[in-house]
């Protein structure tokens, strides 16, 4: 059984074939962050536009890379939510259009669903259960995972997400779009305690997160100090720890009222390196183990979306139909079960 999935819930465009047997066929991406450098974040009307200029192309080379024709492909996924309107109608309507001249199913997948199984992807995957941290630009989540489609989220941010806190910190230091890696880059050069910023709802009991009075308490230290690269530095790697720090303590959390020994590190923020660094040392010192992807499916991509598709076509609980919906607000506890 072979899968092709569509990933356009943001600004990457992700085409990917997965096969039951054989796994990844083929992973094509496409990212527009040079097209957003301009305007320092995610311009939705032009991220539209710019999947229907690649969309066609990177199916294309998908297939062909994977040496395979349309009739070849058993199912289509593709990503109906959460992300942008206009985003996510491009992939669903390529998607269905596609599966409907093949006649084969479509399926609606779920963004973060993809996520929090992409380290399925992987020599060594985790299994059931486990928590997931899924850390990525538009959502920080703490979910309990006990098989597939059986998820529970136990917290998640109030406010900004820790990938929103990075770029629109990375911003008030002057650095470019995408700021999180560039941001990670100068705190390499920081100063360690040059500045202390606080570690947001770890003094209290729950597993939710909050980044958004960080983000304020940089601005105010930016203000009160000299501009130098220095400076930026130090303020940078404060604030890195800060998120790191916060992202661990709450995961420690979370595995101590679940009784889980297994935690999974999912999304675009999972690549930064101090957090995986960090994270490593404190579950090999509690005995317990941590799961990770590759950078290449940290960020969007088809090929989570390929093989949560394969997951479901499996299942044979799918409802496919000509009609073409998609999801911005879709809640990962609305899913259907597996």
């Not at 094509?28 to 974040?41: D, I």
């Not at 799918?318 to 009609?323: T, V």
Request: with cysteine; aromatic share 8%; proline share 5%.
């Amino acid at each position: 059984m072979r899968v092709l999935g569509i990933e356009t819930s943001c600004d990457d465009t992700g085409i990917a074939i997965y096969d039951s047997v054989l796994g990844l066929l083929s992973n094509q991406l496409y990212s527009q962050a040079q097209l957003h450098s301009h305007y320092g974040g995610v311009v939705p009307e032009l991220a539209s536009r710019d999947h229907m200029r690649k969309i066609v192309p990177l199916i294309q080379a998908a297939l062909q890379e994977s040496g395979l024709k349309g009739n070849d492909i058993n199912a289509v996924a593709y990503t109906a939510g959460p992300g942008l309107i206009g985003s996510l109608l491009v992939g669903a309507c390529i998607g269905c259009s596609l599966a409907f001249s093949w006649n084969v199913p479509s399926i609606a997948i779920h963004h973060m669903e993809g996520h929090l199984l992409s380290p399925m992807l992987e020599d060594n995957p985790p299994v059931f259960p486990f928590i997931a941290l899924l850390v990525s630009g538009g959502h920080t989540q703490l979910i309990s995972a006990t098989d597939f489609g059986k998820y529970t989220v136990l917290g998640q941010s109030l406010d900004d997400s820790a990938g929103e806190a990075f770029d629109k910190t990375a911003k008030l230091l002057g650095l470019g779009y995408p700021g999180g890696p560039m941001l990670s880059d100068i705190a390499k050069c920081g100063v360690k305690n040059r500045f202390i910023f606080p570690r947001p709802m770890t003094n209290r009991p729950g597993l939710d997160f909050s980044f958004s009075g960080l983000k304020t308490c940089v601005a105010r230290t930016i203000g009160k100090n000299d501009n130098s690269r220095q400076t930026y530095a130090d303020i940078a790697r404060a604030f890195e720890d800060a998120v790191v720090d916060t992202l661990l303590i709450k995961c420690c959390r979370a595995l101590d009222q679940t009784g889980f020994k297994r935690l999974v590190i999912a999304g675009g923020v999972s690549a930064n390196q101090k957090l995986r660094s960090k994270i490593t040392k404190t579950m090999n010192q509690r005995g317990e183990q941590v799961f990770y992807v590759r950078p290449e499916f940290c960020t969007d991509n088809g090929a989570m979306i390929a093989y949560v598709g394969m997951i479901r076509l499996n299942s044979k609980r799918i409802s496919s139909n000509l009609s073409i919906t998609v999801y911005p607000k879709w809640l990962l506890s609305d899913l259907p079960p597996i």
